[in-house]
T-cell receptor, first 117, second 117 residues
Framework: AQKITQTQPGMFVQEKEAVTLDCTYD???????LFWYKQPSSGEMIFLIY??????QNATEGRYSLNFQKARKSANLVISASQLGDSAMYFC??????????????FGAGTTVTVRA | DSGVTQTPKHLITATGQRVTLRCSPR?????VYWYQQSLDQGLQFLIQ???????AKGNILERFSAQQFPDLHSELNLSSLELGDSALYFC????????????????FGPGTRLTVL
């Protein structure tokens, strides 16, 4: 079964507006971490933000914030005040904790964001 | 710049050949992870090493092998290459890589783009 689901293959957003990227996850492990990465056209994977399953507050990092709804198993990324440089593929990933014997990140299929001037 | 280095950046080779991809983790990181990104399979975890020892294995083919050396750099060896092995291969590193530490963020290198002709 898919552990991470990103249902939006592509999105367009106007410069200076906010955009929300959806991510739902599936795990029975009570301890897990959720990560978002950005992959520009140049190919590198850039870490953006992290949310732990026990964190009480939503994570924020500059213009990035994570809307974490544990009961719904969703961890949506919000990019505020979009910039042209935000155009990229965005991946949601999960690492499971105590009950997992491996340490891998499981990735979603990604969402392509295109920022329009 | 994540601090993770990978060489070479690009590699073009023929079917049946063998190649070695090299990765140097961030200073202080003990874990190295290898991932394969292809159009049809997305981002897939291959293998993890922690302080020189294999820690976890993912969907790694028998034709592929890896190792981590005493200076913590890692090599991924791909042999009997097939057209389907063409992909972007990422190395990532993290401080710990133990199951209980779900906050352990993986930082990715720039990747090696392998083309098998």
């Amino acid at each position: 079964a898919q552990k991470i689901t990103q249902t939006q293959p592509g999105m367009f957003v106007q410069e200076k507006e906010a955009v929300t990227l959806d991510c739902t996850y599936d795990t029975s492990d009570p301890s897990y971490g959720l990560f978002w990465y950005k992959q520009p056209s140049s190919g590198e994977m850039i870490f953006l933000i992290y949310q732990g399953s026990y964190d009480q507050q939503n994570a924020t990092e500059g213009r990035y914030s994570l809307n974490f709804q544990k009961a719904r198993k969703s961890a949506n990324l919000v990019i505020s005040a979009s910039q042209l440089g935000d155009s990229a593929m965005y991946f949601c990933a999960m690492r499971e904790g105590d009950e997992s014997n491996d340490y891998k990140l499981s990735f979603g299929a990604g969402t392509t964001v295109t920022v329009r001037a | 710049d994540s601090g993770v280095t990978q060489t070479p950046k690009h590699l073009i080779t023929a079917t049946g050949q063998r190649v070695t991809l090299r990765c140097s983790p961030r200073s202080g990181d003990l874990s190295v992870y290898w991932y394969q990104q292809s159009l049809d399979q997305g981002l897939q975890f291959l293998i993890q090493y922690y302080n020189g020892e294999e820690r976890a294995k993912g969907n790694i083919l028998e034709r592929f092998s890896a190792q981590q050396f005493p200076d913590l750099h890692s090599e991924l060896n791909l042999s009997s290459l097939e057209l389907g092995d063409s992909a972007l291969y990422f190395c990532a590193s993290s401080v710990e890589g133990t199951g209980a530490l779900v906050t352990d963020t993986q930082y990715f290198g720039p990747g090696t783009r392998l083309t098998v002709l």
